[in-house]
């Protein structure tokens, strides 16, 4: 995975967790403010029914307690006569009990205009009272002036907050166990990266200790085989053309793993020019030419695209259709009978190499394309590869702005298509093609 590619992901994740957590804070907000609405509607009806009560008490007349200072004038009597304050109290402790939060409460009879108080235990907490939404009015006890009862609760908040920190609680320890988690899946990712990193360079460099040998072991061993070369007996001439055979295929499959450490570091460079595509496929053919006369087999080349100059990268298109021609040599059963052509639709050049191999069925053909894939067999594979082939020609097509398709039928042979733009516009090496 590139980069940028694990950037955004962690973005998108810091987000994503970002997200939850603002979601929870408003959700945690909101059970705050239902947990209020609900106290407050449950105060406001007891203090309603606290008032009915005194109401019925002052129809039956009942005792007619309360107290006054020695100085309180007139109209101060007047009130306290009417509203009872003793027998206020009492009821409101009555009706409060079993409420946890109502314990604790201090109250006062006022006039919301003027902010007298001329009943209650208003300590020094007046100013709460008088801002408190618990109140009732008092008019059925005194009609003269419009008075409030007022009740204020010190510990509200404090409990009601009290009663979501188990939420709370539990809403951060998940939060900390999906960070904990989410950062512990990035070190481990990053420490996998750089296992595969150290993996693929040590492949590379494997891979490229070998070629020097390769090439000098195909040097020494076409020397012996060339034909002026007259003093090898025909037994040695046997073995030096299997070393020099054996060799060219040790040399294929070394391309091969080199070809695919490239496409795993992501690091390849195209390099665009204007190529000719017959010429590509005339040096594949010649490549597996001798092998498939060997093999009384044929190779036929059908040149039917007119514009077969297209704007691509030369070698990595040849490694294309080498690697799609290898495989239609190596799977067919018996003597190899290939046709590739060419033909242009639209703007594209299509080329196709069609074998008379076992063909692919169609569960096979969705994964053929899948870096190691090969079509098990069991234990016995008598043809050997790493399943990387298709894997590049894949890869490397779309790279290439291009496209890749499979067209088989079990037991009658399959055709691989590519198509790939003929007039593409890149920007490349500072020149545009
Ligand atoms: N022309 C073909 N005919 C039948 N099977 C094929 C053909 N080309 C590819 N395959 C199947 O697809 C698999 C993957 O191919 P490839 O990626 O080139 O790997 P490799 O050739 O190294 O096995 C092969 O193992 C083979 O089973
Ligand atoms: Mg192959």
């Known amino acids: 995975m590139k980069k940028r590619t694990i950037a955004v992901i962690i973005a998108l994740a810091s987000m994503a967790l970002v997200g939850i957590l603002i979601i929870q804070v ?44 020695p100085d309180c004038d007139h109209r101060t009597k007047q009130i306290l006569e009417a509203i009872k304050p003793i027998r206020l109290d009492s009821l409101m402790r009555e009706e409060f009990t079993g409420m946890e939060i109502t314990k604790e409460f201090t109250w006062g009879v006022f006039d919301p205009e003027s902010g007298i108080f001329y009943a209650g235990e208003q300590g020094d907490l007046k100013k709460e009272i008088l801002k408190s939404g618990h109140r009732v009015s008092l008019s059925c006890l005194y009609r003269t002036e419009q008075l409030l009862l007022g009740v204020y609760f010190p510990k509200e908040s404090k409990i009601l907050l009290l009663r979501l920190v188990p939420w709370i609680i539990l809403s951060i320890f998940f939060l900390i166990t999906l960070v904990l988690a989410f950062s512990y899946m990035i070190f481990l990712f990053k420490k996998q990266k750089k296992l595969s990193e150290l993996k693929s360079d040590f492949v590379n460099n494997m891979t490229h200790e070998l070629k020097t040998p390769i090439s000098t072991i195909s040097l020494a061993s ?78 036929r080349f059908d040149k ?62 969705k994964l053929i394309f899948d870096k190691l894939y090969r079509i098990p067999k069991g234990n016995l594979h008598d043809v050997k590869g790493f399943g990387l082939g298709l894997y590049y020609v894949k890869t490397m097509i779309e790279s290439l702005r291009g496209e890749v398709r499979v067209h088989s039928e079990p037991g009658i042979g399959s055709t691989f298509e590519i198509q790939l733009p003929v007039n593409l516009i890149v920007q490349a090496n500072g020149k545009q093609y």
């Open 304 to 365: 039917n695209a007119a514009e077969h100059f297209i704007t691509t990268d030369q070698v990595h298109l040849q490694n294309i259709i080498c690697n799609l021609l290898d495989n239609a040599i190596k799977y067919s059963v018996g003597k190899p009978e290939i046709l590739i052509s060419t033909k242009n639709i639209e703007d594209d050049i299509i080329i196709s190499v069609k074998d008379k191999g076992p063909g692919i069925s169609l569960s096979d053909q």
């Open 222 to 299: 076409e020397m012996l085989l060339n034909p002026s070369n007259n003093f090898l007996d025909e037994k040695t001439r046997k073995y030096a053309k299997m070393i020099f055979d054996e060799n060219q295929r040790m040399q294929q499959q070394v391309d091969q793993v080199l070809q695919m450490a490239v496409l795993e570091e992501g690091s390849f460079k195209l390099d665009f020019a204007n190529v000719d595509v017959h010429k590509l496929i005339y040096n594949c053919i010649n490549r597996f030419e001798l092998l498939v006369n060997s093999l009384g087999g044929y190779i």
């Open 26 to 69: 408003y959700w945690m907000h909101n059970a705050y403010k239902l947990q209020a609405e609900l106290f407050d509607n449950s105060v406001n009806v007891t203090l309603k029914s606290v008032v009915n009560r005194m109401f019925d008490e002052k129809s039956m007349n009942a005792d007619n307690m309360y107290v006054c200072s």
